[in-house]
């Protein structure tokens, strides 16, 4: 077992606000640990792989399979951070049988620490099946990037009183059927400081203002390893992708001008 467990998460609440991060791969997950016990409580194998990991544009082609794969590869490097999974897009619309198959398979296979599953009320069955058989759960509200082709599109949700009133009821529906804490993702900072205020566990925001308990990015985003536009809320916390040009730069020329490798780069 992990160090960071999620009655350890939960007891962050009202203690201390949290970071967290996405992480695809073994690389990646041995720099998160080695930042020590304090930093980073929680760590995500997101199906935003689909789009960090694949190129795509979105999260739907993600298969079972390939979060099996990028969690195995998480989990093989990581010890003290919570190891949450997601439940990519078909694993659980298909029925609560499946939802609970794939859910056994980022465990078992993958290593997971927990899943996340994205939706309101309609995920409450499983997710509380899920807690009863000892998996935690956490939820997922908001800007659902599973449900883009019915939002039209990747755009803030809550923002009418009514779709806000909608959000609260599933976040507390969510926490009502065990989930040990909720990401909430694209919606307005008021929206979601309310939510944080009105659930005893944690919310993680992303996209949703400095009123939660916790923030999540995306590596390749906080880490500036994307090119061109990010969307709003993303602050890049460095330049990686303009640091590994540069070293790609250099490496070239010293290949060309024959000082790599030098002699005591070479073998005798
Ligand atoms: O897939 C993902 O990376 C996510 C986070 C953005 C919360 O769901």
Redesign the pocket.
């Known amino acids: 077992m992990r160090t960071w467990t999620p009655q350890k998460i939960r007891a962050l609440k009202g203690a201390r606000r949290f970071a967290t991060v996405?992480c695809y791969d073994a690389t990646s997950a041995a720099l998160i640990e080695a930042l020590g016990p304090e930093a980073l409580p929680l760590v995500?194998v997101?199906?935003?792989?689909g789009m960090t990991m694949q190129g795509r544009a979105d999260?739907l082609a993600v298969t079972l399979d390939e979060m099996v794969y990028h969690t195995r590869c998480v989990a093989r490097a990581l010890r003290t951070p919570f190891l949450l999974a997601?439940l990519p897009f078909g694993s659980y619309q298909t029925g609560d049988d499946d939802g609970f198959r794939a859910a056994l398979r980022l465990v078992k296979e993958g290593g997971a620490d927990g899943v996340?599953i994205?939706g309101g009320a309609r995920v409450v069955p499983l997710t509380r099946r899920l807690v009863e058989a000892g998996i935690p759960v956490c939820g997922?509200l908001g800007l659902t990037?599973q449900s883009c082709l019915a939002m039209g599109g990747f755009k803030v949700q809550g923002r009418d009183p009514a779709a806000a009133e909608r959000l609260l009821a599933d976040a507390r529906h969510l926490e009502a059927a065990g989930c040990f804490a909720l990401?909430a993702?694209g919606i307005p900072a008021a929206l979601g400081a309310a939510m944080a205020k009105a659930l005893a566990i944690p919310v993680?925001g992303?996209g949703a203002g400095a009123g939660t308990d916790g923030q999540?990015l995306?590596w390749q985003d906080l880490l500036g390893l994307t090119p061109g536009r990010v969307p709003k809320f993303v602050r890049r916390f460095a330049t990686l992708g303009d640091a590994a040009a540069e070293a790609l730069r250099a490496y070239d020329a010293a290949v060309r001008d024959a000082s790599f490798p030098a002699p005591e780069e070479s073998y005798t």
Not at 46 to 49: A, E, F, I, K, M
């Open positions: 996405t995500l997101g199906d935003s792989l999260t997601d996340k994205e997922h990037p990401v993702e993680i992303i999540i995306v």
